[in-house]
Structures are given as structure tokens and as C-alpha cells.
């Protein structure tokens, strides 16, 4: 079989459909996070904001709404951060975040706890989190008794959660309703009475993986993993994943402008026949479009702009993107979104443009709270794509 050769503004033009930046009728948000796998949520407004981009008609508190009835679930996911994912997705993507072992790492145990006290606190919060929801307060006390070990105490209270997120990944721990502003956290099993548990990681790529490749292909090995783990996963476990899919014919080697990457066959006809337009979106901080493939993508943004999308201590920026790429950030001011251009990047239409501007001034006139600013102090835990 030939291998099919595509360029990057096929593949951009057909992604944009895919990360329904069109904004087909009728997507509600759970459709919107399970057609992008997850979606960051350290930032709540910016996860409320991603959604409402790929939406025609956006419901304020649909996240909210979809989280108390079961439909999402938030829990320190990928690339250990706070994502929201559908109840059906989280425990494949679990696994496969969990079979890296990256807390048996020696750096890990290093800067945190040993293994042994990690498998301590494992055994203690799935006894405290049995049929109940504990705040973090609640949770740390609990453990530091129940394993008597008072030097723990520390590492419970950081602000990163580095210790919890293990627990997370080994489906052991999910974000439980808020108590008015304190998180609380819970067993999956008590939150989702049809918790299936974490399968086989062999069974959870052949879900995540073609399933990542729809939105963010085609791609490769190494760029699934960035997004995944920052490239923790096992070497030989991560080929696998995808030769077995290639096997099976699910996938098929493609490459992008000469470089070689995965789609799903059955993509290859619409990445064939994608032709870019002049849609033009603004999308917020910690957007997918950018996440997905990394800020080091230079298909996406350019080498020299890294770091104005890249920022210190985590923070991703909204940004404006034509023709699938980045050409500039924005920020709203007293509830306007004001956008800083890239000249180098060309001209971006003044229509679609501002027609965007519109949309978003309307968005951010229903609650100016509700969307970011383009910088700022991120949480405990940020991205760092």
C-alpha cells in the first residue's frame, strides 16, 4: 500500500473541521469534550470558553450541568493537569497514563515520596474515599492517620497534588462535587456507580489512540505521548500501541510535508480533498487547538513565538488562529477582547475577524468573569505544552 502523502495545510484545514471550529448545529458540550478526548480544566472559565468556541449556540453552565449529572468527570489526567473527560473515555485514557509508572520513576521519588509510601498512601485513600467525599483537608488527614505517617502531611497540603495524581491515574481518585469553593475528591466507583475500572493499557490505546488521531492527526507516536505524558510513556509499549493499529488496519502511515506521521484509515479520503479557508477563531488559554500537538509544533506557531504562547509558570495564551495556524494572542479588557497580530504571519481577513471579535464581546458581556484574561498567575499544577 502507497504511502499517502499529504501537506500541512491539508492536514490544518481538515483538523479544523474536526476540532468543529465550523461550529456545527447541535453539539452539545459532552459531544464537544469527547470529540477532543479531554479538555484542560486548572482554569474552569478557559474549559467553559473551549467548548463554547465549537459550539453555534453555547449554554452558559453546560460543564457545570454535565459534571453533576454524571456525564463528565474531572481528575488530574494528562500530563498530570486537571482535565475534564466523558465517563466513558476517563478510565482508557487512565490507563494508559497509569501504565507508564511514572511514580516509581527515581526523579519522582526523588522530589516526592518512595514507592513504598506511595503505595502507603494508595491503600489509605481507598479506604477514606470509600462511599464518601472528603476535601483535601479531610482526605490528608485521613491518610497521615491511617498510615501514621506524619512527615506525609507536608506533601498531602502542596497546592501541585503531585502525590494524588498517581492515585488519579490508577483510577483511585476523581474530583468530587465542590463544597462551596473547596475541592473535594471521592472514589470513582462512588461517584460513577458503573465504574468499570481501568482495562488492560493494550485495550485502552486501541480506544484513545484512534480516537486522538481524529481530532489531532494525523500525527506521531512521539507527539501522542508529548500530549499524553510529556513522553513518559515506555518506549516499546508506545510502538506497540500503534503498530498493533496499523496491523489491524485502523491506522496507516501517512506523511506531512515529507515527515511521517499516523491517520486513521478511514480519514485518508477527507484529509485527501481538505482545502483550507479564511475561517478565523479566537480561542482561550489552554485551548486543545493548541495543546493537542504542542507549542512546539512549528506547523502551528511559529519558533520565534513560542514564548509568547508558552508563558512562565505554565500559562498557555488565548490566541488567534487563521487557516488553522497561530498568528497572534489576545486578551479581554473591561470585557473586549483586544487581539495583538503578528505581522510576520500575514494578513488576516478584517471580516472574519471581526465578526469573531463580535461573538466573543457578546460571550463575555453574559459574565466578564466567565473567560480568562490572556496572562496571569496559573493554579498549582499548569501546563507546560
Same mark, same amino acid.
Given at each position: 500500500?502507497?504511502?499517502?502523502? =499529504? ?53 452558559p453552565g453546560a460543564l457545570a ?42 526523579? $519522582? ?50 497546592? @501541585?497534588?503531585?502525590v494524588l495524581k498517581p492515585l488519579? $491515574?490508577?483510577?483511585? =481518585? ?20 458503573? $465504574? ?30 508529548? $500530549? ?62 493548541? =495543546?493537542?500537538p504542542g507549542t512546539k509544533d ?31 494572542? @489576545? ?55
Amino acid at each position: 500500500m502507497a504511502v499517502v502523502k =499529504l501537506t500541512a495545510d491539508q492536514v490544518l484545514a481538515w483538523r479544523t473541521g474536526r476540532h468543529l471550529l465550523h461550529r456545527p448545529a447541535g453539539m452539545t458540550s459532552v459531544d464537544v469534550v469527547g470529540r477532543l478526548v479531554a479538555v484542560q480544566a486548572q482554569v474552569a472559565s478557559a474549559a467553559e470558553q473551549a467548548v463554547a468556541a465549537r459550539q453555534a449556540d453555547p449554554r452558559p453552565g453546560a460543564l457545570a450541568a454535565a459534571l453533576a449529572d454524571r456525564r463528565l468527570v474531572k481528575t488530574w489526567a494528562m500530563r498530570g493537569t486537571l482535565h475534564l473527560l466523558r465517563v466513558e473515555d476517563a478510565p482508557a485514557c487512565l490507563a494508559l497514563l497509569a501504565a507508564g509508572r511514572f511514580w516509581e520513576k527515581g526523579s $519522582w521519588q526523588r522530589a516526592f515520596v518512595t514507592v513504598a509510601r506511595m503505595s502507603a498512601i494508595a491503600e489509605a485513600a481507598a479506604a477514606a474515599l470509600n462511599g464518601r467525599m472528603l476535601t483535601r483537608e479531610q482526605l490528608s488527614a485521613e491518610i497521615v492517620d491511617r498510615t501514621g505517617d506524619r512527615d506525609l502531611a507536608d506533601h498531602l497540603a502542596s497546592g @501541585w497534588g503531585a502525590v494524588l495524581k498517581p492515585l488519579a $491515574w490508577q483510577g483511585l =481518585l476523581v474530583h468530587g462535587p465542590n463544597e462551596g469553593n473547596r475541592v473535594t475528591f471521592t472514589r470513582p466507583d462512588t461517584l460513577l456507580p458503573d $465504574w468499570p475500572g481501568l482495562p488492560d493499557p493494550d485495550e485502552a490505546a486501541a480506544r484513545v489512540v484512534p480516537a486522538w488521531l481524529g481530532a489531532y492527526g494525523p500525527a506521531s507516536a512521539e507527539t501522542f505521548d508529548q $500530549w499524553l505524558s510529556r513522553g513518559g510513556s515506555k518506549r516499546a509499549a508506545l510502538r506497540g500501541w500503534f503498530t498493533r493499529l496499523v496491523e489491524a488496519g485502523e491506522l496507516a502511515p501517512v506523511t506531512v510535508d515529507d515527515r511521517p506521521a499516523y491517520a486513521r484509515a478511514a480519514d485518508l479520503d477527507g484529509l485527501a480533498e481538505a482545502r483550507p479557508d479564511d475561517v478565523v477563531r479566537l480561542l482561550p488559554a489552554f485551548d486543545q487547538w493548541v =495543546l493537542g500537538p504542542g507549542t512546539k509544533d512549528t506547523t502551528i506557531i511559529p519558533t520565534a513565538r513560542r514564548a509568547a504562547v508558552s508563558r512562565a509558570a505554565g500559562w498557555i495564551s488565548p490566541v488567534v488562529v487563521h487557516r488553522g495556524r497561530v498568528v497572534g494572542t @489576545w486578551e479581554a479588557r473591561d470585557g473586549e477582547p483586544v487581539v495583538d497580530l503578528w505581522p510576520e504571519s500575514g494578513p488576516v481577513p478584517a471580516e472574519p475577524l471581526d465578526a469573531e471579535r463580535a461573538r466573543l464581546r457578546a460571550y463575555l458581556s453574559g459574565g466578564a468573569d466567565s473567560l480568562p484574561a490572556g496572562g496571569g498567575t496559573l493554579p498549582a499544577g499548569g501546563d507546560d505544552a
